[in-house]
């Protein structure tokens, strides 16, 4: 039947659902152990809440159905192309994926954490930094007492490595 013939209230409402974090086609989507269990968790929460929904009413709660069924699929997308980096293999004395940094500011002579991981993980508020990020790409293969320059349209901003952890 053509849709011309469906009452308005009818129609399907299709539900925008927010991508998640950019990664790059052909880019490796690292995650830390750590990265890995909290999507793993998310994945969990979801199907448990799709299941909550079904049993309730698929009829009355088709919309949210839709939703969680849309993030599902981008998060298994996610899961499945992960690739787990143990932070025990990377080198102990070198800045790569997983790494926990100390940086001091010489501007502002004070220190600072992050840590290096994947684009789903990353939160700046809790001082975690995804390895696409520009301060990432220059702490790469850094060591302790190496300074870098940081360049950012305030302008560029000098530090030294103070420790790394993994």
Same mark, same amino acid.
């Given at each position: 039947?053509? $849709?011309?013939?469906?009452?308005? =209230? +009818? &129609?399907?409402?299709?539900?925008?659902?927010?991508? /998640?974090?950019? *990664?790059?086609?052909?880019?490796?989507?690292?995650?830390?152990?750590? =990265?890995?269990?909290?999507?793993?968790?998310? @994945?969990?929460?979801? $199907?448990?809440?799709?299941?909550?929904?079904? @049993? *309730?009413?698929?009829?009355?709660? /088709?919309?949210?159905?839709?939703? %969680?069924?849309? !993030?599902?699929?981008?998060?298994?997308?996610?899961?499945?192309?992960?690739?787990?980096?143990? *932070?025990? +293999? &990377?080198?102990?004395?070198?800045?790569?994926?997983?790494?926990?940094?100390?940086?001091?500011? %010489? +501007?502002?002579?004070?220190?600072?954490?992050? &840590?290096?991981? =994947?684009?789903?993980?990353?939160?700046?508020?809790?001082?975690?930094?995804?390895?696409?990020?520009?301060?990432?790409?220059?702490?790469?293969?850094? $060591?302790?007492?190496?300074? %870098?320059?940081?360049?950012?349209?305030?302008?560029? /901003?000098?530090? !030294?490595?103070?420790?790394?952890?993994?």
């Amino acid at each position: 039947m053509s $849709r011309g013939f469906v009452k308005e =209230g +009818d &129609q399907e409402e299709i539900p925008l659902v927010a991508p /998640r974090a950019h *990664l790059p086609n052909g880019v490796t989507n690292y995650v830390t152990p750590f =990265g890995l269990k909290e999507l793993k968790q998310e @994945q969990v929460l979801l $199907r448990k809440e799709l299941v909550n929904l079904q @049993q *309730l009413s698929t009829e009355d709660n /088709r919309i949210q159905i839709n939703y %969680i069924k849309t !993030k599902l699929r981008l998060l298994d997308e996610r899961v499945n192309s992960a690739k787990l980096v143990e *932070l025990s +293999d &990377q080198p102990q004395n070198e800045i790569h994926f997983g790494a926990t940094v100390t940086l001091y500011k %010489i +501007d502002e002579g004070c220190e600072c954490k992050y &840590q290096i991981v =994947g684009v789903d993980e990353a939160n700046i508020s809790a001082n975690k930094v995804s390895f696409l990020s520009p301060i990432a790409k220059v702490l790469q293969n850094k $060591r302790v007492g190496d300074e %870098i320059t940081l360049h950012t349209p305030k302008g560029d /901003r000098s530090m !030294k490595v103070e420790a790394i952890k993994y």
